[in-house]
């Protein structure tokens, strides 16, 4: 279908929707992609989800060990990941980064 569109035509297009994006994600609003977790989506809103902020907060706590080590505790303690598999470090570092806003 794309081969149907001139290719000024497409970029116009994907300048439009790049543009659109980032206006609403800097308006707060959600673009998008997987929930991180400690977040639910509201309407067209990311917000704390309180089912999942004590967890977030655990991580914070423990925000200078290394990340397979929180991922270990996490699961030693019994704290069920999102997927209910066990806790992955690079998901531990998603948690961090959005709580610094990355």
């Known amino acids: 279908m794309s081969t149907l569109l001139c290719p000024d035509c497409r970029e116009r297009i994907r300048e439009r929707l ?11 609003g959600y673009v998008g992609g997987k929930v991180p977790y400690g977040y ?3 309407g067209d809103r990311l917000v704390p989800d309180p089912s999942e902020s004590s967890t ?5 706590q ?3 060990l ?3 080590q929180i991922a ?5 303690m019994g704290v069920p990941s999102r997927s209910g ?9 998603r ?3 959005a709580e610094r806003g990355l």
């Open 18 to 28: 790049v543009t659109a994006r980032a206006r609403k994600r800097a308006g707060g």
């Open 40 to 42: 639910r989506v509201d």
């Open 56 to 60: 977030v907060a655990r991580i914070r």
């Open 62 to 64: 423990m925000r200078d």
């Open 66 to 68: 290394p990340l397979r």
């Open 72 to 76: 270990a505790q996490l699961d030693e």
């Open 85 to 93: 598999r066990k806790w992955h470090p690079e998901t531990i570092r």
């Open 95 to 97: 948690v961090l980064d």
